[in-house]
């Protein structure tokens, strides 16, 4: 789960690290009071208008403006609201702003990246800082690898004090600034830890012309098993934001990804998944999704699984990969005439069906009168659905 830059700063703030502040706005005819307001809070002329939406590069396709006047800041409002704004994330098609932040402008000497995330291969999160801040740290690491310091933290002991400053240090920071920062990267892995983050970004971390350390940007993404102990987090969700596909799996308690190939897969368990879109591949496919419709699926969930798959309209075939364990064949078979009976079978269907009562499930499916390919083993299915996409 993700969540918008003036959210995390919200959550940035209850942990005292130090941010660019503003307000929000969702409607053009607020934008006057708010600069206004902006404008007298912290002193200043000149503000920051920014949109929010779930994406990196913003200010590179003229989401971030720098506005020196009233005047600037309304018309950068203006033409920004609303738009079509198309970022190295948001692909061609961009991402509809619905809301802008209204900060306060800050002057800047010096800019830098800092962030956490867990490294699965040392077990140990990971807290990476470098003097290219502003920048897409993919570039850096690619490019200029030497100029990103990490310090691997257990997460059993925690972030230490020496860690932080090792930190500051290979920001080359002196005096106040240098303190600062140690007190914000301690209190970035509290928030990091407190939040049950995957990432939290800051890009980028900013040295004022005052010598203030200030967070520029947040970006947090969020374990979404840990949104139970965090109702407040998980109230911060943009529908607006989500794959609408996605939403509406996530509704029936289905796990789904939309991919970009045109072999939608249902399958039980996620390990399972994961091996019929390598298998799907192998045969020269591309998958469309990932869904898992979990280990206990019932008919229900199976119908609700191939709807979903059904509304992607890049889908010119289906592969059913069950294997029952908990999950019985018949149940899956009796759920997959429902759904094609109900919805109409529109691509071809590949079924294969391996476990509890997997002899019964395909005599249910041969007595269906439905055009149903049956399958024999992972990579029979996988060619017979690949060969019946590209001929759809």
């Known amino acids: 789960m993700k969540i918008h830059e003036y959210q995390g700063k919200d959550i940035f703030k209850s942990y005292g690290i130090p941010i660019q502040d503003g307000y929000v706005i969702e409607n053009i005819k607020d934008a006057s009071a708010t600069i206004e307001k902006v404008q007298q809070e912290f002193n200043t002329e000149a503000v920051v208008v920014k949109a929010q939406i779930h994406a990196g590069g913003r200010g590179k396709g003229g989401g971030v403006k720098y506005s020196p006047t009233t005047a600037h800041a309304l018309e950068n409002a203006q033409n920004m609201l609303g738009m079509q704004l198309v970022t190295h994330q948001t692909g061609t098609e961009g991402q509809k702003v619905r809301k802008l932040y209204i900060t306060e402008a800050l002057d800047i000497k010096k800019e830098y990246y800092c962030a956490i995330t867990l490294d699965r291969s040392q077990t140990k999160d990971v807290f990476m800082v470098s003097s290219e801040g502003g920048v897409e740290i993919e570039k850096v690491a690619e490019e200029t690898p030497e100029k990103i310091i990490k310090v691997w933290i257990d997460p059993l002991i925690g972030m230490k004090s020496f860690q932080a400053?090792?930190?500051?240090?290979?920001?080359?920071?002196?005096?106040?600034?240098?303190?600062?920062?140690?007190?914000?990267?301690?209190?970035?892995?509290?928030?990091?830890?407190?939040?049950?983050?995957?990432?939290?970004?800051?890009?980028?971390?900013?040295?004022?012309?005052?010598?203030?350390?200030?967070?520029?940007?947040?970006?947090?993404?969020?374990?979404?098993?840990?949104?139970?102990?965090?109702?407040?987090?998980?109230?911060?969700?943009?529908?607006?934001?989500?794959?609408?596909?996605?939403?509406?799996?996530?509704?029936?308690?289905?796990?789904y990804i939309k991919l970009d190939g045109n072999v939608g897969c249902m399958?039980?368990?996620?390990?399972?998944?994961?091996?019929?879109?390598?298998?799907?591949?192998?045969?020269?496919?591309?998958?469309?999704?990932?869904?898992?419709?979990?280990?206990?699926?019932?008919?229900?969930?199976?119908?609700?699984?191939?709807?979903?798959?059904?509304?992607?309209?890049?889908?010119?075939?289906?592969?059913?990969?069950?294997?029952?364990?908990?999950?019985?064949?018949?149940?899956?078979?009796?759920?997959?005439?429902?759904?094609?009976?109900?919805?109409?079978?529109?691509?071809?269907?590949?079924?294969?069906?391996?476990?509890?009562?997997?002899?019964?499930?395909?005599?249910?499916?041969?007595?269906?009168?439905?055009?149903?390919?049956?399958?024999?083993?992972?990579?029979?299915?996988?060619?017979?659905?690949?060969?019946?996409?590209?001929?759809?």
């Open 267 to 392: 399958v039980n368990g996620a390990g399972l998944a994961m091996a019929t879109m390598d298998i799907i591949k192998l045969a020269g496919g591309e998958p469309a999704n990932f869904l898992d419709v979990g280990g206990a699926a019932s008919a229900e969930t199976v119908k609700n699984g191939f709807k979903i798959i059904l509304s992607d309209e890049h889908v010119k075939a289906i592969l059913i990969n069950i294997f029952g364990g908990i999950v019985r064949c018949d149940r899956v078979a009796t759920g997959v005439i429902q759904a094609v009976k109900e919805l109409g079978l529109k691509v071809p269907v590949v079924v294969r069906l391996e476990g509890t009562n997997a002899e019964q499930a395909k005599t249910i499916l041969s007595e269906s009168d439905l055009d149903i390919i049956p399958a024999n083993d992972m990579k029979d299915a996988a060619q017979k659905v690949v060969d019946a996409a590209i001929k759809n």
């Open 165 to 255: 400053r090792k930190l500051a240090f290979g920001l080359e920071l002196t005096g106040d600034a240098f303190k600062t920062a140690v007190n914000v990267f301690m209190k970035m892995y509290a928030c990091y830890i407190g939040t049950d983050a995957s990432i939290v970004e800051i890009n980028p971390l900013v040295l004022t012309e005052d010598d203030r350390i200030v967070a520029l940007d947040a970006k947090f993404n969020f374990d979404g098993n840990a949104m139970y102990r965090h109702k407040n987090i998980a109230g911060l969700r943009d529908v607006h934001e989500q794959d609408p596909t996605e939403l509406e799996a996530s509704k029936y308690d289905l796990n």
